[in-house]
């Protein structure tokens, strides 16, 4: 009977040990936190969409189907202070050989060739704006303008240099027609400034450009 009674405690005790073991474990696992789990709400995952939005962004494309500022065709229209002087400078005559030429250049070497022509007859035309002006302007006036044709001067071989950088850059079967054509263009503002300043003393100024 006492024996009895012994076995009947150590089973009570070892049942009441193995539920208070399970409850501790139970517990113990609802107060845990897997790492894994932590981890991916903690983190959410990027997408390759997004990542390739975000890389974009800071990147700009340049396609050869975009144009440049100076493409063959119709001249850069000059704008300056005076309605009246721009009137008069659309109507000059190197612009107007010019398109008459374009017309008849259908290979790219065609249009550069044509484009380095009118380059150098616009640089001539630099030249000669430059010196009709020194002799009209007195004081500071001219010593204004021979320092901005200084200035210009300086800076003319690293803008010729961009130029040529810029048209490379944006590729294409184009590019060397667009640089050609840009230089001219580059020439031809500075002569447009130099005549501008011209047409203040010599409404009735000429140019130099000769047709014949």
């Not at 005790?13 to 845990?32: D, N, P, Q, R």
């Not at 959410?44 to 494309?61: F, G, I, L, Q």
């Not at 440049?68 to 704008?79: D, Y």
Request: with cysteine; net charge neutral; proline share 3%.
């Amino acid at each position: 009977m006492k024996n009895r009674k012994i076995l009947c405690a150590v089973l009570a005790f070892a049942l009441a040990a193995s539920v208070f073991a399970a409850c501790g474990s139970k517990k113990g696992g609802e107060s845990s936190v897997p790492a894994s789990s932590f981890a991916a709400e903690s983190l959410p995952a990027v997408s390759s969409e997004v990542s390739s939005e975000s890389a974009s962004s800071d990147t700009v494309v340049v396609t050869s189907n975009e144009p440049a500022e100076s493409q063959p065709g119709p001249v850069v229209e000059i704008t300056t202070d005076n309605k009246e002087f721009d009137e008069l400078f659309k109507k000059n005559p190197i612009d107007k050989k010019y398109i008459q030429e374009l017309n008849d250049a259908i290979s790219n070497v065609a249009m550069v060739n044509l484009s380095n022509k009118y380059t150098g007859i616009w640089e001539k035309e630099v030249s000669s704006a430059y010196k009709k002006l020194c002799k009209l302007a007195k004081g500071s006036e001219l010593t204004k303008i021979k320092d901005e044709q200084t200035a210009w001067e300086n800076g003319k071989s690293a803008a010729l240099k961009k130029i040529s950088d810029d048209a490379q850059a944006a590729g294409g079967s184009m590019a060397q027609v667009n640089a050609a054509s840009a230089t001219m263009d580059f020439y031809r503002s500075r002569a447009a400034q130099l005549y501008r300043a011209l047409y203040s003393y010599d409404p009735n100024y000429s140019y130099a450009y000769n047709s014949k």
